[in-house]
């Protein structure tokens, strides 16, 4: 063959073996696809999660790394991750459910996910029926011959409650559905639910998985290979799934994650303790105190709470907005799970659409104040609320 001409060797550019040696960390594998030698490998492997990268909407090593790393930590089969949290739970929610299907989810659920919900409902001929999430009798009761599916929170936003895993899940199985449980809050390091029973797990690693506030992506873990390899398919036609940039930071974050959790749950821990007893605040939603209605099954379930609580301000939404123009090192942000303590007041931002009542049917006061705690030093958080109370 003649050499190559510049035009052409600018596009084909060398890439030296990596013989002897392997790299420390997963390399960012930052490429849509995979070459081939021999053609019936590589039509072979178009048919399955398992088989030889192909292509990046159905596999990347970096990706298949994080998978690798979170179904191992939650103990599943197997897992797919997306490109974010809603794009996890679209994908499992899409795949197992057709229309006429009738799925059972607790009362109190995440934003995005209610409004999935919504969707499901209006536009796809899905019907639900929302039960609290620590009452197996109420599911059973809802049980209809159309039910597949059971859809839960291990910890619930932003009041924390915290769902009876064992009893729902139990409840569950023994009734043929499908549970799925966004495992979000807790981390793998908290809770995980498929020791519990559950059949998925889905998780946001926007938040505490890559835990630096600068990355979105969600994940799905499935206890068995069957539900994983019947999802995978529907997931690479909805076309959900991770960029390998995303899922390099989240590994990258992972690697810190035992780290920061215990860190957000002591100082989450500390301002909880110490704003129960602070005479501007009425009530503090921190499962780990006697007074919250979780606390007894958080209790058995977890063994630390995790970073995120709110609290009611005694002096309303005016209370609230003032706190929120008074924090300095809690910054005024949506998210959580990041190293940056983050605050919002519900009833002027995220739900500032809903009048008092409709406040109070999600359980959340006018002065109600979320925080998801970073893992700055507790007595510089502590300083920076108690003078924006004062
Ligand atoms: C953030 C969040 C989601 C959605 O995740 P995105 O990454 O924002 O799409 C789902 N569930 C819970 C509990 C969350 O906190």
């Keep these: 063959m003649t050499p190559l001409r510049p035009e052409t060797r600018t596009v084909h550019l060398p890439q030296p073996p990596v013989e002897h040696s392997r790299p420390i960390t997963m390399p960012l594998y930052q490429t849509s696809g995979f070459v081939f030698d021999d053609p019936a490998v590589m039509a072979e492997a178009m048919g399955r999660p398992d088989g030889p990268f192909v292509y990046g909407r159905y596999s990347n090593p970096t990706v298949r790394s994080l998978e690798q790393a979170v179904s191992d930590l939650e103990g599943g089969a197997g897992a797919v991750a997306t ?13 197992l ?13 995440y934003g995005g996910t209610a409004a999935m919900l919504n969707d499901l409902v209006a536009r796809f ?17 809802a049980v209809r011959p159309e039910t597949r599916l059971v859809y839960l929170e291990t910890i619930s936003n932003p009041m ?3 769902a009876d895993l064992p009893a729902m899940c139990a409840a569950a199985r023994e009734l043929g559905l499908v549970s799925v449980v966004d495992n979000t809050f807790a981390s793998p390091l908290l809770c995980r639910p498929i020791e519990h029973g559950a059949d998925v797990v ?5 938040k505490y998985l890559s835990g630096h506030t600068d990355v979105v992506g969600g994940l799905a873990v499935f206890a068995t290979d069957e539900l994983y390899k019947k999802v995978w398919h529907y997931a690479i036609e909805l076309g959900a799934s991770a960029d390998p940039f995303a899922a390099w930071l989240t590994l990258r974050g992972l690697q810190t994650l035992a780290l920061r959790m215990e860190r957000h749950c002591s100082n989450a821990r500390l301002l909880a303790t110490r704003l129960a007893e602070h005479p501007a605040v009425s009530a503090v939603h921190w499962p780990g105190l006697p007074s919250h209605p979780s606390y007894e099954i958080a209790g058995k379930l977890l063994p630390d709470f995790g970073g995120v609580f709110s609290f009611d301000l005694a002096g309303g939404r005016a209370a609230g907005e003032r706190f929120m123009s008074r924090v300095r090192l809690a910054l005024l ?4 799970g990041g190293v940056e303590t983050l605050t919002l007041h519900p009833a002027t931002t995220s739900h500032r659409a809903l009048n008092a009542d409709e406040l109070a049917r999600h359980g959340i006061g006018e002065g109600t104040v979320r925080i998801a705690v970073g893992i700055e030093h507790p007595e510089d958080l502590w300083a920076d609320i108690e003078q924006a109370l004062a």
């Design 83 to 95: 490109g974010s949290g809603m794009g996890a739970i679209n994908t499992v929610l899409l795949g």
């Design 97 to 109: 459910l057709k229309p006429g299907d009738h799925l059972i989810a607790q009362k109190s659920l």
């Design 125 to 141: 001929g899905v019907t639900v029926t929302h039960v609290p999430e620590h009452d197996p009798d109420a599911l059973r009761a």
């Design 160 to 162: 924390t409650l915290v």
């Design 202 to 206: 889905v998780h946001s690693t926007t």
């Design 333 to 336: 942000a949506p998210s959580l």
